[in-house]
């Protein structure tokens, strides 16, 4: 095995245990218990995000409107509880029927209209940053919040519900590890093994490798479009019920930052081990690295305004890893 092929299999693991040292080395706590719930926090709903991103990068897609969906499901969590004093059942069932249909809205859009998936998937993102905000006129909900009618919201959170986003179990050290935490290893487990070891999931990088070629092959190759589609709906509303719990209310601007981070964990996968595809290892990887990356900076007191160009930096960095390095190997 030559340098080069070092570099590119091994290259960015070995950068996310120098930038793991260098904020241990540079900040006090980075390595403390406290710090660890907040990355494997921060990690869970990115990630969840990110996988759902990566299985539409599976079949040469991209979905934009995750971060929307997201919102969109813990704006509806908080309603149902708050406003229509539902329970928590019933209030997950309503936020996975949301990603649900969202997805199939975008692959239908995509597949049968032809609407690139860019675009299709932005103007969803646009038309649910809109929607979400109509029922109460652009306010978060609460406990106790007046709604546009005049009304009292007087419902609540269930204990349950919140002990999606709260609760820890312990992990060599007590409350270590946060629920969202293992669902987010058991989401990844199950994608890993669904794109990895089932026909269903090869044949979705049959699709995205060479489309045409699947179809003449006798693939249902826009099932699969969909399916992808309605994956990743169904894993953004799922961070958005986390998040939701995490939150104990419906915060209109609390997912501001979900697509971006979501984005760059998936694609930064396409680095790990030198994959040079989505994969769902490789997407668990990058999501703890912008974990970790943007807990080092917060400690490190680095100007909120500078995290953004340094994942960006980040991510150039990996792609270029994945893309100039194993393509010049291959000449």
Sequence with gaps: MDL???????????????????????TDGFVSPQSAVFIFQSVAITGILALGVTATLVIGGFDLSIGSVATSAMMAAAYVMVVLEQNAFVAVVVCLLIGAVVGLINGFLI?????????????????????????????????GMTMPDGSVAEGT?????????????????????????????????????????????????????????????????????????????????????????????????????LLLDSVAAALIGFAVLGAAKPNAFGTAVGALFVGVLLQGLTMMNAPYYTQDFVKGGVLVVALVFTFALSNRGKR
Aim: proline residues 3%; hydrophobic residues 55%; charged residues 15%.
């Design 4 to 26: 080069q092929t070092i570099v590119i299999r091994y290259g960015f693991l070995a950068l996310l245990a120098g930038l793991i040292a260098f904020f241990a080395a540079s």
């Design 111 to 143: 597949v049968y209209m032809r609407v690139p998936d860019l675009l299709a998937t932005l103007g969803m993102m646009f038309l649910l940053v809109g929607l979400q905000r109509i029922p109460t006129e652009g306010r978060s909900i609460a406990t």
């Design 157 to 257: 959170f269930s204990s349950a519900f919140l002990a999606l986003g709260r609760h820890r179990f312990d992990f060599f050290l007590p409350n270590l590890l946060p629920v969202s935490v293992v669902i987010l290893i058991v989401l990844a487990l199950l994608i890993w093994f669904f794109l990895e070891y089932t026909r269903f999931g090869r044949m979705m990088y049959a699709v995205g490798s060479n489309e045409r070629a699947a179809e003449l092959a006798g693939a249902p190759v826009k099932a699969y479009k969909i399916w992808a589609y309605v994956i990743s709906g169904i894993f953004a509303s799922i961070g958005g019920i986390l998040l939701a719990a995490r939150l104990g209310r419906g915060d209109i601007a609390s997912g501001n930052n």
